[in-house]
């Protein structure tokens, strides 16, 4: 995969990274949107797709980005299909860091060294190109405002944003009260988007470990996006090897 064209789980963080502090918005739920960022990138790629409410690996050969191929073998490894829910859910400490290096490599943000309280040390992050945060940004706004079903993409972008609770980091107060139901809205226009997405909240809920049984099928439902299934068998937890993925870095 070239650097062409900047990933989801960049997107993502480059929304969320704010300008004036350098810190990142929603830093806890953040961490399992990038997790659920991967899972659509790696779709997008080709890699993987989904089979209900789980994730199975259909082309296991790496896309060239480190951080994503980590993530593809780990899914691989498990060797049947593994459920959003439980794969996001998966410890994700450093997940953020992981990627904020990762753009500080690709050049995309620099690190800034300060201290807290005069004492603790501290590292923001600046954004070196602000043209791209707007280009993010304007593709949202966009896709709000005309209310033409946007490309896969940035769908599955707007998902991941509402997911995390960037609505109302990017759209604050009252005034942006309708932007932000509309990004919710968005939504429907991805089906792996909006899977990645409800795992995402439904792990924030507290219902990860939680079976739910399959609600019955209506009209224009999309299949996948919410359908839930008993844990899947053969996929233990594993820690450990869910966590390396946080920390791994761009090489």
Same mark, same amino acid.
């Given at each position: 995969?070239?650097?062409?064209?900047?990933?989801?789980?960049?997107? *993502?963080?480059?929304?969320?990274?704010?300008? $004036?502090?350098?810190?990142?918005?929603?830093?806890?739920? *953040?961490?399992?949107?990038?997790?659920?960022?991967?899972?659509?990138?790696?779709?997008?790629?080709?890699?993987?797709?989904?089979?209900? @409410?789980?994730?199975?690996?259909? *082309?296991?050969?790496?896309?060239? @980005?480190? $951080?994503?191929?980590?993530?593809?073998?780990?899914?691989? =490894?498990?060797? +049947?299909?593994?459920?959003?829910?439980?794969?996001?859910?998966?410890?994700?400490?450093?997940?953020?860091?992981?990627?904020?290096?990762?753009?500080?490599? %690709?050049?995309?943000?620099?690190?800034?060294?300060?201290?807290? %309280?005069?004492?603790?040390?501290?590292? /923001?992050?600046?954004?070196?190109?602000?043209?791209?945060?707007?280009?993010? /940004?304007?593709?949202?706004?966009?896709?709000?405002?005309?209310?033409?079903?946007?490309?896969?993409? $940035?769908?599955?972008?707007?998902?991941?944003?509402?997911?995390?609770?960037?609505?109302?980091?990017?759209?604050?107060?009252?005034?942006?009260?309708? +932007?932000?139901?509309?990004?919710? @809205?968005?939504? =429907?226009? @991805?089906?792996?988007?909006?899977?990645?997405?409800?795992?995402?909240?439904?792990?924030?809920?507290?219902?990860?470990?939680?079976?739910?049984?399959?609600?019955?099928?209506?009209?224009?439902?999309? !299949?996948? $996006?919410? !359908?839930?299934?008993?844990?899947?068998?053969?996929?233990?937890?594993?820690? +450990?090897?869910?966590?390396?993925?946080?920390?791994?870095?761009? =090489?």
């Amino acid at each position: 995969m070239g650097r062409s064209r900047r990933t989801i789980p960049e997107e *993502l963080l480059l929304l969320a990274l704010d300008p $004036t502090t350098g810190t990142t918005a929603q830093p806890q739920s *953040l961490d399992l949107g990038l997790a659920g960022a991967q899972l659509v990138e790696l779709a997008l790629a080709g890699r993987i797709a989904p089979d209900g @409410d789980r994730i199975a690996v259909v *082309l296991p050969r790496p896309t060239g @980005d480190p $951080t994503l191929d980590s993530a593809l073998e780990l899914l691989r =490894r498990r060797g +049947s299909p593994v459920r959003a829910v439980h794969w996001i859910g998966g410890p994700r400490l450093g997940l953020r860091q992981t990627y904020l290096t990762h753009l500080e490599r %690709c050049g995309m943000v620099h690190a800034v060294a300060g201290q807290m %309280c005069g004492v603790l040390p501290t590292t /923001r992050y600046q954004a070196t190109d602000t043209a791209i945060s707007r280009e993010i /940004r304007a593709r949202l706004d966009s896709a709000i405002r005309t209310g033409v079903p946007p490309d896969p993409r $940035t769908a599955a972008l707007a998902a991941l944003a509402h997911a995390v609770g960037l609505g109302k980091h990017l759209y604050p107060g009252n005034e942006g009260r309708s +932007s932000r139901s509309r990004l919710r @809205d968005l939504i =429907r226009h @991805d089906p792996m988007g909006g899977l990645v997405a409800h795992a995402v909240m439904d792990v924030q809920n507290g219902v990860a470990a939680q079976p739910r049984r399959a609600p019955a099928a209506g009209p224009g439902r999309q !299949a996948g $996006t919410r !359908a839930a299934a008993e844990p899947a068998a053969g996929v233990p937890a594993q820690p +450990s090897r869910r966590g390396s993925m946080a920390r791994v870095g761009a =090489r």
